[in-house]
């Protein structure tokens, strides 16, 4: 098991383009969340998926964002028409079916010039 | 009023000390916590959760909650330099996290 991944590790983007991040979570793992944080803030919550359905969106989220995971498996985050205010480390989480503890990925770090 | 709050710190303490990390939740209704660590420029990784009342204790770390207070500690006995990192609370049942408190352990 390797573990959840992410890609990319890194994005640098003009303001007002279009960026998707993908993450593979462990496999076997039916649940899915995608966290976003600040420099001295903890994660703050996006979205949640139990296998391909999305169960939680945050009321923070705009609807610039948008995710999918279309088969229950990998997920993808997609920020349309970004803004400065988006730059931040995004994390990729996933729990096995049997407990709740969330393992996390190392997460894409989006910096919008 | 934020729904998870934590001091952030930082909290420093000498090595081989008992360090206290405290956290307060809002909603009432909330049964289950996490404690996470956070290294700098690394991905939050459990330490440990508790479902329960009183105390949970898990080699160096003891978990205490108290739903009647609203509040989820973290102890961290016998400190070491390596304990130095961000420790988070998490609300699992709304998938809330504190900003975290900054632990410094001085050798």
């Known amino acids: 098991d390797t573990g959840v991944s992410q890609d990319p590790r890194h994005k640098i983007t003009k303001r007002g383009q279009n960026v998707t991040f993908r993450c593979d979570p462990i496999?076997?793992?039916?649940?899915l969340y995608w966290y976003r944080q600040t420099l001295g803030q903890g994660p703050e919550f996006l979205t949640y998926?139990?296998?391909?359905?999305?169960?939680?969106k945050s009321r923070l989220l705009s609807d610039r964002f948008s995710a999918e995971r279309p088969k229950g498996s990998f997920s993808t985050l997609e920020i349309q028409r970004t803004e400065q205010g988006d730059s931040a480390m995004y994390l990729c989480?996933?729990?096995?079916?049997?407990?709740?503890?969330?393992?996390f990925g190392p997460g894409t770090r989006l910096t919008v010039l | 009023q934020k729904e998870v709050e934590q001091n952030s710190g930082p909290l420093s303490v000498p090595e081989g000390a008992i360090a206290s990390l405290n956290c307060t939740y809002s909603d009432r209704g909330s049964q289950s916590f996490f404690w996470y660590r956070q290294y700098s420029g690394k991905s939050p990784e459990l330490i440990m959760f508790i479902y329960s009342n009183g105390d949970k204790e898990d080699g160096r770390f003891t978990a205490q909650l108290n739903k009647a207070s609203q509040y989820v500690s973290l102890l961290i006995r016998d400190s070491q330099p390596s304990d130095s990192a961000t420790y988070l609370c998490?609300?699992?049942?709304?998938?809330?996290f504190g900003s975290g408190t900054k632990l410094n352990v001085k050798p």
């Open positions: 496999s076997e793992h039916n649940r």
């Open positions: 998926f139990q296998n391909e359905a999305q169960l939680e």
């Open positions: 998490n609300n699992f049942n709304k998938f809330y």
């Open positions: 989480a996933s729990s096995p079916r049997t407990a709740p503890e969330q393992f």
